[in-house]
Structures are given as structure tokens and as C-alpha cells.
């Protein structure tokens, strides 16, 4: 199979495609990626050399060029990840989040429908259905109507609305996965676990919205590759499919867990932190802050048979040691060596 994958540099996609060709070394992968400052190439080191991978720097905003990929490589298939992920840039920036998000993904179904690609896969994200109480009894289903309240969820909304459409309008071969919060290795430190592990083996503060209560539900990212690839493999074409590991956790407390796993993981504090826990400072909320995200995983598990294998413990851990032992990556992210190695 020949599959093009965009956004491929950044912290799902690479950690997808690693994923993927080590379950199916005879695949080929194509990946398309603009390289904004979320890619980082060193998440694909292992699989570049690879006769059967091949990476194009571009934007899927790009017609003409998104066209002339299609027409050389004739993909059988297409997984979009490529996006503007990152909600407070959103709010501050929107326009290209409308551009990238929504104008990018309409240039790939063209593309898909002109080339009579056999399947279109959107990644896309729980936080398009809004917000839920705290009640810890509601959940978001796959029928759950998409009220979106940030920038950043309004525009994936709006792009799996368009691959909706094209399902209805064109009898178009596509499926979308909404997912939640992923976690794991090569996540850009803007992200709330890297941001925490990193600003607290460096004494700095440990940031934390309103009062911490927003509650998340947390996915450790080989997971949910192995979920996209139960419905790249048997998923019915024209259904949506949430993937989610029913790992609520509040922001506060996942905060508190990094600390905890730090003392044990990290004991050589730097200078003038005694506890990791001192470093929380709450910070004023986000506008439009949403209170909890809870996925209902039932279709996938009971449909496809996927389940999490990670629990939120051992996900979290594995997360945390791979930091701690990528501390050179992560030198790299933040003073910004990484954008001139590529
Ligand atoms: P990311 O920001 O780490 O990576 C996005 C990638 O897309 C980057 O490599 C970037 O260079 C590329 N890109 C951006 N604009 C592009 C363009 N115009 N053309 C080509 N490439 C472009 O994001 P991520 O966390 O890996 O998320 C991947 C997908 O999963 C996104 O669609 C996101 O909405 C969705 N999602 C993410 C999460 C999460 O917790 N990270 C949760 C739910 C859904």
C-alpha cells in the first residue's frame, strides 16, 4: 500500500509513521509536511533512510502542488494530520488555523476525489463536540452535535464537516477519528505534559489555568495509532470513530503526577527547588476555557475490537523517561536549534 501522510513531521503523524512501518515493513509512506515550527525531523530519524520513505516539504494549502504529489505517487490512500494544533495560538491568531485547517483539508479532498484515492482518513479532535459538566457521567458519542468554542476546534469542526459533506455528496471512501488529548514521546513543549516536564527540570514555573479543574482525557499516542490503523483496516467507510482511553484526568492533577513521577525520576533538583510541586502557579484561565472532554470508546472497541493498552500510570511514566532521556531533543526545541537541522 501506498500512503501519503501530512503533516507527518509532527507529534501524532511521526509518531505514527515510526509506528506503522515497524507493523508493516512492505507499506510505503509518502510524507508531506510544511515543517511549521510544531515538525521536528528528528521524530523521523529512524525511518528516513528507509527505501520505502520519502518526505516533501509543502502545504496542503497548495493546490497546484498538492495535485502534482498526487498525480506522481497515485496513493492509495490518505491520512491527514496536518493541522495548526495549538489552542492558545488560535486565540490569538486564528486566520491560519481557518487556512491551514479548513482551506487545507477542502485542497485534499479535491485531490482525493480527482485521483479516485480508496480512502481519506481525518484525524480530527474531541474538542469539536465542546464542552461536558463535571458530572462524570456524560460523555461525547460519535451522534454528539459538534459545538466547538475555540478558533482551533471551530476550524477542525469545520474540516470534518467538509469530509462529511464529500461522504454524502460524492459517496466519498473516508472515515474521521475524533481523538483526545495524546501524550507521548517528540510532543512539542507548547503542550501541557512536555511544557510541565521541561519547565520543571528547569526550576521554571509550573503553569496551570484558572484553578486547575478543566478536566482532560488523556491518550498515550501509540494508541491511538494503532486505533487509526483498526479503521484504515476495517473501519466502515463513511463513519466517524472516537478513539479515547477513559484516562480523565484534572489539569491540577495531572500536573501533580509529573511532579510525583519527577521526585522519583529526576532527584537532582535544580538550584533553589526543593519540591517540583512548589513550581505550580496558577495562571489566569483561558477565554473560553472548556471544563471537561470525556470520549465514549465504545463503538471502536465493540465495532474494530480496539482497546488502550496503556493506563494513564504507565503511559504517563514511559512519557516522563522519555524526556528525561531526550533531554538533548528537548535542548534543541527550546533554543530553537532543531529548525535550522532540518
Ligand atoms: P502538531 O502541531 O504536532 O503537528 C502538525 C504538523 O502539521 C506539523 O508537522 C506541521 O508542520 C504540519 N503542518 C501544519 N500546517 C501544514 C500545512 N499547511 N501543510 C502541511 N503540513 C502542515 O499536531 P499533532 O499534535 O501531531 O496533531 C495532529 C493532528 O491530530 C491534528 O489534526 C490535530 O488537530 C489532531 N489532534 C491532536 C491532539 C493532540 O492531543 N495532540 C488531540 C486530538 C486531535
Redesign the pocket.
Known sequence: MRLLI????????SNYINWHLQQYPGDEIIC?????Y??NMAALADVVKLNNFTFIQ????DEQFVESCFAQYKFDAVI???????VDTSIKSPSIFI???VE?TGVLLDACVKFAVERFHQ?????VYGSLPDDGKSYFYETTPYQPHSP?SAS?ASSDMLVKAYIDTYHFPANVT??????GPY??PE?LIPLIINNALHGKKLPVYGDGLNIRDWLYVDDHAKGIDMVQEHGKLGESYNIGGHNERKNIDVVKAICTLLEELAPNKPNGVTRYEDLITYVTDRPGHDLRYAIDASKIQKDLGWVPEESFETGLRKTVEWYLNNLEWCRRVQDGSYQRER
Open positions: 501530512t503533516g507527518g513531521v509532527g507529534f501524532i503523524g508531506l509536511d510544511k515543517l511549521t510544531a515538525a509543502g502545504d496542503i494549502c491527514n494530520f496536518a493541522a495548526e494544533s495549538h487556512k491551514t485547517n487545507g484525524i480530527s479532535t474531541d474538542e482551533y477542525k475524533n481523538t483526545s488529548n495524546n501524550y510532543q512539542f503542550k
